[in-house]
């Protein structure tokens, strides 16, 4: 019998066995998608174009339910490292005020304690030393250094992005992936987990394609299918086939920010900018310049949490769906209006003249109505789902996962990946995942 199964080979699952592999464990990475190479999508500007999940073959939604929350537009990458490939390498830390909500003993791995470092900085000091020294918060464009000067001036705690990046030339970068570094003999593809079910003569089998699979047995299972790909096995495990609909909440982050087209020059590398956290929006203030036909785009954009009393429920049984109720939509206009707050602001400040309107407005329509009107800023909005942030369901310290990750009525079977998250804050969640993927397996018998 295999030692651990981890099912998932996004950043979550390969992040697990990396730490796997320096302990010397037993294991196998299940994905359900091809291999198609480990290489980040930013490195080949032949791919780049996959960013749009639309173009991407790899890309299969999780629910495709038009007109709802998490729809056709939300899911995942179903290839070999998943998401992790497209990821653009932000790393910001979860604020304190959101940490504070976390159990104390996963606080305390995170930030560590009386002078010993924590999972957040050795996660941090990995990634520096991956990427051959290089701070994250360093400038790798003359424009992110000049920008960074120009906000603080401004009054901003500016700061070049902290990004996981490697700079290639003329242009293209890459940002980190634990995938890289696992050998290919560990990780089978093709092969769906649809459930994972207890032995009787201990340990679990999980159940691929729908049964149309063989069946494969571990002792130990670590489950990094994606927030809602982990609530559905925790479910199906915990309560089996042909259940009443059982509720979880789930958030991702809210997003709004201005474009304008500007005079001016850009090298090949977008330059980046984390211009702070605003408190009243509970948002990261993050803007950025990239070339643009023969002048300059400049994005500012606010990512801010879906708080609590915010979140969105998913309804797992016989079928999966996710709701956003009335009060939930209240708190989220709430916070929307704080973000144009924050970006009404950020034009007052820089000079900027904007055209704020109060109706959703998609990036790609602020884009043309910015094109039409240079020198206008126009704001746009993202929706709940389109950020591939989702997080929560299957809090640490919860109601189905204790404060080591470990599933409380499933001894053996281990959770990771934004689903952990208790509260997401208004960082995304990739920097977090890394430092929980060791956590967890610290944690694993």
Same mark, same amino acid.
């Given at each position: ?63 495709? %339910?038009?007109? /709802? ?53 050795? /996660?941090?000091? $990995? ?25 603080? &001036? ?6 070049? /992005? ?5 700079? +290639? ?20 593809? &093709? ?8 032995? $009787? ?20 299972? *670590? ?91 998913? +309804? *797992? ?5 996710? *709701? ?7 708190? +989220? ?5 704080? %973000? ?20 959703? *407005? ?10 039409? %009107? ?10 709940? &789902? ?19 990750? %470990? ?39």
């Amino acid at each position: 019998m295999l030692d651990t199964a981890v099912i998932g080979s996004g950043m979550a699952g390969t992040a697990v066995a990396t730490e796997l592999e320096r302990l010397g464990r037993d294991y196998i990475v299940l994905e359900a998608g091809p291999h198609q190479g480990r290489a980040h999508i930013a490195a080949d500007e032949g791919s780049a174009h996959l960013a749009d999940p639309a173009q991407d073959p790899a890309f299969t939604p999780f629910l495709a %339910q038009p007109g /709802t929350p998490y729809g056709p537009l939300s899911g995942y990458r179903r290839r070999v490292g998943g998401r992790s490939l497209y990821w653009r390498g932000i790393c910001l830390r979860i604020e304190d005020d959101a940490l504070r909500e976390w159990p104390a003993e996963v606080r305390r791995a995170l930030l560590g304690t009386d002078g010993e470092p924590g999972l957040y900085a050795r /996660t941090e000091a $990995a990634l520096r030393a991956w990427s051959g020294g290089t701070r994250l918060t360093q400038a790798r464009t003359e424009t992110e250094e000049a920008m960074a000067k120009e906000l603080a &001036g401004l009054g901003y705690p500016a700061v070049p /992005t902290p990004r996981a990046i490697r700079t +290639l030339g003329q242009g293209r970068w890459e940002a980190y992936s634990p995938v890289t570094g696992l050998p290919s003999e560990r990780i089978r593809t &093709g092969h769906r987990v649809s459930a994972v079910r207890k032995r $009787a003569e201990g340990g679990y089998s999980l159940i691929l394609d729908d049964g149309d699979g063989p069946a494969l047995d571990a002792r130990h299972v *670590v489950l990094c299918a994606g927030t809602v790909g982990n609530i559905e096995l925790v479910d199906g495990l915990l309560h089996g086939q042909h259940r009443e609909p059982r509720r979880y909440s789930l958030v991702d982050h809210v997003a709004c920010g201005m474009l304008v087209v500007e005079d001016g020059r850009h090298g090949a590398m977008e330059s980046s900018v984390h211009a702070g956290f605003d408190a009243p929006s509970r948002s990261n203030l993050i803007v950025e310049r990239q070339r643009h036909g023969s002048g300059v785009l400049m994005d500012a954009w606010a990512m801010g949490e879906q708080p609590p009393e915010a979140a969105s429920t998913v +309804l *797992v049984g016989d079928r999966t769906s996710i *709701v956003l109720e009335p009060p939930a939509l209240a708190a +989220l206009d709430a916070v929307r209006r704080e %973000q144009r707050n924050l970006l009404r602001e950020f034009a007052r400040r820089t000079g900027l003249k904007a055209r704020f309107r109060e109706e959703y *407005v998609s990036f790609d329509e602020a884009l043309a109505q910015a094109e039409a %009107q240079p020198g206008t800023a126009v704001v746009y909005d993202a929706t709940i &789902g389109e950020l591939d942030h989702e997080s929560g369901g299957l809090p640490l310290g919860g109601e189905h996962v204790d404060v080591g990750g %470990q599933l409380r009525e499933a001894p053996g079977v281990a959770v990771a990946g934004p689903c952990l998250i208790p509260r997401a804050g208004a960082a995304n969640p990739s920097l977090t995942t890394l430092a929980l993927a060791r956590y967890v397996v610290q944690h694993m018998g």
